[in-house]
T-cell receptor, first 113, second 115 residues
Framework: GENVEQHPSTLSVQEGDSAVIKCTYSDSASNYFPWYKQELGKRPQLIIDIRSNVGEKKDQRIAVTLNKTAKHFSLHITETQPEDSAVYFC????????????FGTGTQLKVEL | EAQVTQNPRYLITVTGKKLTVTCSQNMNHEYMSWYRQDPGLGLRQIYYSMNVEVTDKGDVPEGYKVSRKEKRNFPLILESPSPNQTSLYFCASNPGPSYSNQPQHFGDGTRLSIL
C-alpha cells in the first residue's frame, strides 16, 4: 500500500519568513495530493491540493509543488503570519479504492512574533 | 449547509461496553470513511464505503465494525472497546468515482476515551 513520509515534524519560523514542508510517497499510482491544516481540537481543513498532471499550484501565500519522477511534493507558505501556526498534513490518494487518503504524520508549524 | 455530522463529540466509557459513533452527511456523497488520529501517527483509515452495502477495510480495521444501510449514514461500531482504541475519530465523505479526486469533507471529530 501507499506510504507517505513527511518532514519536518516540527518547524519554527519568524513571522514574515517562509516555511517549507516536504513529503514523499511510495505508490506511483497516486495521483492526488491534498494538504490539510488542523488547528488544535478541530477537524482537518483542506488548504490546497494538486493533481498529478500539474507540477505546481499557487493560492495567494500558499503553493504546492509536485515532482512525480522523484515522488516528492512540498508545501510552501510565504510571508508567514501567527495564524498560520497549526499542524499541517500532506496526503496522497489515487482514483478508485474509495479515494482513500494516506496521510503523512504531520508538521507542527509555529510562527513566532 | 453542506456538512458531515458526528455524534457524540466526546465520550468516556469503560472497556467492553459496546458503543456506536454515528456519522451523517447531507451532500449525497457516495464515498464515506472513518479515520483515527493519534499523536505522531497522523490520520489512519479504519474502514471506508464506496456505496450503500459496500464497505471495505482500511489500514487499521481491527476491533471496529461499520455498516452502510443508507447513503447518508455510516456508523462506526466498537463491539468491545479496549483502551488502545482511545483516540480522536473523524468521519469523512467524498462525492465518489464520477468526481475524480475530490477533497474529503471531514466531520468535527469524536474524542473517545476508554478506561
Amino acid at each position: 500500500g501507499e506510504n507517505v513520509e513527511q518532514h519536518p515534524s516540527t518547524l519554527s519560523v519568524q513571522e514574515g519568513d517562509s516555511a517549507v514542508i516536504k513529503c514523499t510517497y511510495s505508490d506511483s499510482a497516486s495521483n492526488y495530493f491534498p494538504w490539510y491544516k488542523q488547528e488544535l481540537g478541530k477537524r482537518p481543513q483542506l488548504i490546497i491540493d494538486i493533481r498529478s498532471n500539474v507540477g505546481e499550484k499557487k493560492d495567494q501565500r500558499i503553493a504546492v509543488t509536485l515532482n512525480k519522477t522523484a515522488k516528492h511534493f512540498s508545501l510552501h507558505i510565504t510571508e508567514t503570519q501567527p495564524e498560520d501556526s497549526a499542524v499541517y498534513f500532506c496526503a496522497a490518494s489515487f482514483t478508485g479504492g474509495g479515494n482513500k487518503l494516506t496521510f503523512g504524520t504531520g508538521t507542527q508549524l509555529k510562527v513566532e512574533l | 449547509e453542506a456538512q458531515v455530522t458526528q455524534n457524540p463529540r466526546y465520550l468516556i466509557t469503560v472497556t467492553g461496553k459496546k458503543l456506536t459513533v454515528t456519522c451523517s452527511q447531507n451532500m449525497n456523497h457516495e464515498y464515506m470513511s472513518w479515520y483515527r488520529q493519534d499523536p505522531g501517527l497522523g490520520l489512519r483509515q479504519i474502514y471506508y464505503s464506496m456505496n450503500v452495502e459496500v464497505t471495505d477495510k482500511g489500514d487499521v480495521p481491527e476491533g471496529y465494525k461499520v455498516s452502510r444501510k443508507e447513503k447518508r449514514n455510516f456508523p462506526l461500531i466498537l463491539e468491545s472497546p479496549s483502551p488502545n482504541q482511545t483516540s480522536l475519530y473523524f468521519c469523512a465523505s467524498n462525492p465518489g468515482p464520477s468526481y475524480s479526486n475530490q477533497p474529503q469533507h471531514f466531520g468535527d471529530g469524536t474524542r473517545l476515551s476508554i478506561l
